[in-house]
């Protein structure tokens, strides 16, 4: 059991997640733990504003994953194996994520593809660019033919690196580059 990929042709943003937790899986729904903050913090981001106004919702939870696909907005992760902890991932499996990526990305070549934290991009990075130098949050310099790469702090309520108006932050530095209006 695992979460489907949430993916059409030509969305604004994929989110890339590194890949679903138990928890998710069993549930079906992406960031279905209470303790994620991926939902409180789109919820109050501009990125999720259009999709809000349109389902008469204030906040955005897990029930909410599949219809986001029809305001732009999708999902997968580089592996599709559920676990406990990403941790728990072999470096192979990551590996032959990246290749399943890859192929995911060329098919519905979406406008952005969205990293949660610097782990899961890690692997991508290195094939893309050879190398293991650092990689900074935001927007990235590689692209995946057409779709651009934006990096944003995993949202997992483990990351005590950032809070949740750090992450709202981020999802708003993402809507500015896909020239999402704040005010509308």
């Known amino acids: 059991m695992t979460l489907p990929d949430l993916l059409t042709e030509l969305l604004d943003v994929v989110f890339v997640g590194i890949n679903p ?40 939870g897990p029930e909410h994953d599949r219809v986001l696909l029809h305001y732009g907005i999708g999902f997968t992760d580089l592996v599709k194996r559920p676990t406990p902890k990403a941790s728990d991932l072999a470096p192979s499996e990551l590996a032959a994520g990246v290749k399943h ?66 992450q709202t932050r981020w999802y708003d530095e993402l809507a500015k580059h896909l020239r999402l209006p704040a005010d509308s």
Do not use: M
């Not at 960031?31 to 409180?40: C, E, I, L, S």
């Not at 406008?111 to 692997?123: D, I, L, N, P």
């Not at 190398?131 to 995946?144: H, I, K, N, P, S």
């Open 21 to 60: 937790s138990v928890y998710s899986a069993e549930r079906g729904h992406y960031f279905a733990r209470a303790t994620n903050r991926f939902w409180p913090c789109i919820s109050r981001s501009v990125l999720s504003r259009k999709a809000r106004a349109a389902l008469s919702v204030e906040k955005l």
């Open 101 to 166: 990526l890859l192929k995911k990305i060329d098919r519905y070549r979406p406008r952005v593809a969205c990293f949660h934290g610097v782990t899961g991009y890690r692997h991508l990075h290195r094939i893309l660019v050879g190398e293991t130098t650092a990689v900074a949050l935001g927007l990235q310099d590689v692209r995946l033919g057409a779709t651009r790469i934006f990096l944003v702090p995993n949202p997992s309520g483990a990351n005590a690196h950032f809070t949740r108006d750090d």
